[in-house]
């Protein structure tokens, strides 16, 4: 998740900040423009952990994992294909925080993963990456600033994309932040925060997703690239349980799906759209 905002100097805020999510999603079934049906369930877990190293400089580190079983289901079109089945992503990032000045507040996040079909090498499956961010503080209520992220991707495709980097407090109870996603899933979104009360938040949130994975040595393309890509807008509960423990329960509809199935070679063998896709699922959220 991209976090904007200054870093300010907290009680304890040289002490390590320690941080463990788990979670997991469903996808409903949904039909295949070009035949047959697909299904998603997912689930995903991150430990990460920061310090601060200078009153204004704060550094982190996180390791995640997550997989993605998919489902293809017909007896003709891209479902029959069976293209893929469970992936895997293993991702390192690292962070840095740096309250320029006042006014001014840096973010940036190396990345590191490895996404692969199970079978598949996860080496093969390596890309790397960086999303960065400047916001400027315009007052009390108000970051906001230009951010990018860029990430290199299977045979010799780069992907870039703007972020908009904002923390804009609309009132005492509502907000308008940068948002993040699910597990190894990127691209820019925003959320619309609510929180009426100290143990619960309601959001609003929509965000662009791509994901990119390596293929197993079985099937139609094999060593080649799978794809997915779509438009997740969603509704999500939050009840914290103390300063440490918070769980949320999220619930939306995925847009503008796309499925691409490529060879070795990075050369297209086939691409389709599926209809909306309703989804659900739940975090665990524990900070010590």
């Known amino acids: 998740m991209l976090a904007v905002g200054p870093a ?70 891209f479902g029959a294909l069976e293209p893929w089945s469970d992936v895997r992503d293993l991702r390192l990032s690292g962070s840095l925080n740096w309250k320029a000045s006042e006014r001014w507040n840096l973010f940036a996040v190396p990345t590191l993963g490895w996404f692969a079909e199970e079978g598949a090498d996860l080496d093969a499956g390596q890309s790397g990456g960086l999303l960065a961010a400047a916001s400027y503080r315009v007052n009390e209520r108000l970051s906001i600033g230009p951010g990018f992220g860029v990430f290199s991707a299977l045979e010799d495709e780069t992907d870039w994309f703007p972020v908009l980097a904002i923390d804009w407090q609309l009132s005492e109870t509502l907000a308008l932040r940068t948002g993040g996603g699910f597990a190894a899933t990127r691209g820019p979104g925003l959320v619309l925060d609510w929180r009426p009360t100290e143990r619960w938040a309601l959001k609003l949130g929509a965000r662009y997703e791509k994901a990119r994975f390596r293929l197993d040595d079985r099937g139609i393309a094999v060593g080649g690239i799978g794809q997915e890509t779509s438009v997740p807008v969603y509704l999500g509960a939050t009840r914290r349980f103390g300063a440490q423990l918070s769980l949320s329960v999220i619930a939306g509809v995925e847009f503008a799906g796309e499925l691409r199935l490529e060879d070795a070679d990075g050369d297209l063998i086939d691409k389709t759209h599926y209809d909306s896709a309703p989804f659900g699922g739940a975090t665990l959220d524990l900070r010590f």
């Open 8 to 77: 300010r100097a907290q009680p304890g805020a040289d002490a390590w900040r320690l941080r463990l999510e788990s979670g997991a999603l469903h996808r409903w079934q949904t039909d295949i423009d070009a035949g047959g049906e697909v299904e998603v369930d997912a689930w995903s877990v991150r430990f990460g952990a920061d310090r601060a190293v200078a009153p204004d400089l704060r550094l982190g580190l996180s390791l995640g994992y997550d997989e993605r079983q998919y489902r293809f289901h017909g007896a003709s079109g």
